[in-house]
C-alpha cells in the first residue's frame, strides 16, 4: 500500500493500523482496468506453449500465464466454498484471522519479510489464499489448455465458416479453458450452469474472442447437452468433485441435482461422456483431467470404468505438471501414496504417473471414439 507508518508504533499498533488500512481500501481482488487485461493477454498469445510439452513422457509442463486474466472475471470465486476448508473471503471478512495473515507476512512466515506500508495486493491474495486451513477453488492453466488443444484438435476439421477445429468442454469453469481455446485458435463450446461464472465467461468471450471463430457458451448442465452427431473434434474438461466445490446454489448444479455419489456418476458423469461420444467425429477423442482424492477416493478408475461403458476406447494418459505450493490444489489428492499407485496399475496398464523427484502430476486420461 506504500503509506509509510509511524516508527514509534509497537508492533501491535502497526498491526492493527494496517489491518484497517486494508478494510478501508477493499478486498485486493486482480486488476479489472483494459489496459492491464490486455497486456496479460498479449504475454498468453506470444507464449511460445510448445515448450511446456514433453511428448516421449506424455507432460504438460507448468506456466501461470494469464491465470491473474481469468481470476479478474471471477471475483465470486473468492467466497466459494471447498468442503469444510475456509474461503479467502471468511478469512478477509474475520478480523482476528486477517490480522494473524498479516503478521505473517510482516514476519516472514509466508515469504520475504515486508514492512506493512510495503505489503501489495499481490501479497494480500497469496496470504488468502495460503492462509492454514483455507481452500480456494482451482483453475484450469490457460497454457495447458492451449497445449491439449494444439495436440488433439485438428486444425484441417474446420466448422462452416471458419478454418479451425471445434472443441467442446462440458464443465468451463472459471475461464482457463476458454482462454486457452482463444490462444489455440480453436472454435469453443462450453457448458456450466453457474450464473456469476457465465456472466463472467461472456466478458472474457466479448473481449478476447476472435471474431473469424465461434464460442457457444451454455448456461446449462453438461448432461442435459445433446452435441450434434459427429460434429466435434475434441471434448475436453476437468469435471466437479462431487460434494467438495460448491459452485454455487442453481438448481442445475449437479451435485445439487444429483444428491448422491451414485446418482451423480450415473446421471452426471456418465450421461456427460455418452453426450460427448455423441458429438465426437470417429476416431476423435475425450479428455478427462481427473483425480483421486480423500473425498474420492476411486474417481479415476469410476471415470476410465465409465468411459469404457459409453463406448471409448482408453487409448492414452498425459499428465499435467502440478503447483506444489500450499493452497494451490483444489482437492487433497493422493499423489505419491504406495496403496493408489498399486491401484492404478490395475487399471491403467502401462500408463504410469511419472516418477520425477519433487513434482506432483494429475492425469488427462485419453478416450477415443472407435
Not at 484497517?20 to 490486455?38: A, E, I, L
Not at 468442503?83 to 474475520?94: C, L
Not at 514476519?107 to 506493512?116: C, D, E, L, V, W
Amino acid at each position: 500500500m506504500y503509506r509509510l507508518y509511524d516508527t514509534s508504533m509497537t508492533d501491535d499498533l502497526i498491526l492493527q493500523q494496517a489491518h484497517d488500512d486494508w478494510k478501508q481500501k477493499g478486498f485486493p481482488y486482480y486488476p479489472k482496468d483494459r489496459k492491464w487485461r490486455d497486456n496479460i493477454f498479449n504475454q498468453l498469445i506470444n507464449f511460445k506453449r510448445d515448450t511446456l510439452v514433453d511428448r516421449k513422457n506424455k507432460i504438460i509442463g507448468q506456466a501461470p500465464h494469464a491465470l491473474n486474466l481469468a481470476w479478474s472475471y471471477m471475483e465470486h470465486a473468492w467466497g466459494i466454498k471447498c468442503g469444510k476448508m475456509k474461503t479467502p473471503m471468511e478469512i478477509w471478512n474475520d478480523e482476528e484471522h486477517l490480522k494473524k495473515g498479516l503478521n505473517k507476512i510482516l514476519s516472514g512466515t509466508f515469504f520475504k519479510q515486508k514492512p506493512a506500508h510495503m505489503i501489495t495486493e499481490s501479497d494480500m491474495r497469496s496470504m488468502l489464499r495460503r492462509y492454514t486451513g483455507t481452500q480456494m477453488v482451482s483453475n484450469f492453466r490457460p497454457t495447458a489448455a492451449a497445449a491439449m488443444y494444439d495436440i488433439f484438435v485438428d486444425k484441417d476439421s474446420p466448422l462452416e465458416g471458419t478454418t479451425a477445429g471445434t472443441v467442446w468442454d462440458p464443465s468451463m469453469g472459471y475461464g482457463g479453458r476458454l482462454l486457452g481455446a482463444i490462444s489455440a485458435g480453436v472454435n469453443y463450446i462450453g457448458t456450466d450452469p453457474c450464473v456469476p461464472t457465465y456472466k463472467g465467461l461472456e466478458q472474457i468471450r466479448n473481449e478476447y474472442g476472435h471474431k473469424h471463430l465461434s464460442y457457444t457458451l451454455l448456461k446449462q448442465g453438461s448432461e442435459t447437452y445433446i452435441p450434434e452427431d459427429n460434429s466435434l473434434d475434441f471434448v475436453f474438461t476437468s469435471p466437479p468433485y462431487f460434494g467438495w466445490e460448491a459452485y454455487g446454489d442453481e438448481p442445475e448444479q449437479s451435485s445439487i441435482k444429483f444428491s448422491t455419489s451414485d446418482m451423480w456418476r450415473e446421471k452426471f458423469l456418465l450421461q456427460t461422456i455418452k453426450n460427448a461420444y455423441t458429438g465426437l467425429k470417429q476416431n476423435k477423442f475425450l479428455g478427462l483431467n481427473v483425480a483421486n482424492t480423500k473425498q474420492y477416493k476411486t474417481f479415476e478408475e469410476d471415470t476410465v470404468d465409465l468411459a469404457k461403458q459409453a463406448g471409448f476406447t482408453h487409448t492414452d494418459t498425459w499428465w499435467l505438471s502440478l503447483s506444489t505450493q500450499q493452497g494451490g490444489s483444489a482437492v487433497s489428492t493422493l499423489d505419491g501414496d504406495t496403496t493408489e499407485t498399486k491401484q492404478k496399475q490395475q487399471y491403467m496398464g502401462e500408463y504410469k504417473r511419472p516418477d520425477i523427484s519433487g513434482r506432483k502430476f494429475e492425469p488427462v486420461f485419453i478416450f477415443k471414439k472407435c
